[in-house]
């Protein structure tokens, strides 16, 4: 089903979106809007075990709606696209799900903003990355600055930030950039395979993993662990772990309620 430039599919538990927005599937604020919307009702549906972002045609997505920032009176407040981009983003932080990007193009700009905030980035030999906003006199303001440091190290980021320049797939995957380069023609299949064996795991420790992880970067490392100690108390608790530890002493696969 397409909407706002957004389409959404789901088949075998995995719930893809697609970015539909020729030529460059540039995200303007009715498809942040879209795409706000569709994660925060797709949270709690349990017929979706993973999720998978992609472009449709060649390109991921090549960043922002250029235009919109042009004709925008920045004396009158801040673009709404803005605040709209980073909800979004923080909300896939800590969806409680797994979030492949499938990168099948260019993932330029708010593009690979969008990528930073997914759990794991596979993309197809075709691929390319940039943060060229500096070429426009701007930075970027969906993120970029604070997650791509945090992803592939300071050093990196800031060259990647303060020249512009476009990386090919092979490079980006040297930086710690994307976790694994196919083919195009295998890119769908690939990453419709690795969804569904995040699909399976147990849900509960899916999502305690994923929110202790974006949670923790903002507190110190002791802090952080105390809190580690109490989400790990917690899961304890639920029938899933029970069933986790019962299954691995009987010597049997487990069955996972999701409670």
Known sequence: MKQDGVDIAQDDGILTVTIDRPPVNALDEEA?????????????????????????????????????????????GAHPSLRLANDLFNLIEVFPKVVIAAINGACLGGGN??????????????AVFGQPEIKLGLVPGWGGMQRLPRLI??????????????????EARSIGLVTEIVTADQLAAHTHDLARRF?????????????????????????????????????????????????FLQKREPSWKGR
């Open 32 to 76: 942040l809007r879209r795409l706000v919307a569709v994660f925060e009702q797709e949270a709690a549906d349990r017929s979706v075990g993973a999720v998978v972002i992609t472009g449709a045609g060649r390109t991921f997505v090549a960043g922002a709606d250029i235009r919109s920032f042009a004709e925008h009176d920045a004396t009158g």
């Open 199 to 247: 699909a399976v795991m147990p849900p509960l420790a899916v999502a305690a993993i994923k929110e202790r992880v974006a949670r923790g970067a903002s507190e110190s490392q002791g802090q952080a662990i105390r809190d580690d100690e109490w989400t790990f108390n917690d899961l304890l608790s639920t029938d899933d772990a029970q069933e986790g530890l019962n299954a």
């Open 113 to 126: 903003e969008l990528a930073f905030a997914c759990d794991i980035r596979i993309a197809s030999t075709e």
């Open 153 to 170: 190290g300071r050093g990196p980021a800031l060259e990647m930030l303060l020249t512009g320049r476009r990386l090919s797939a092979q």
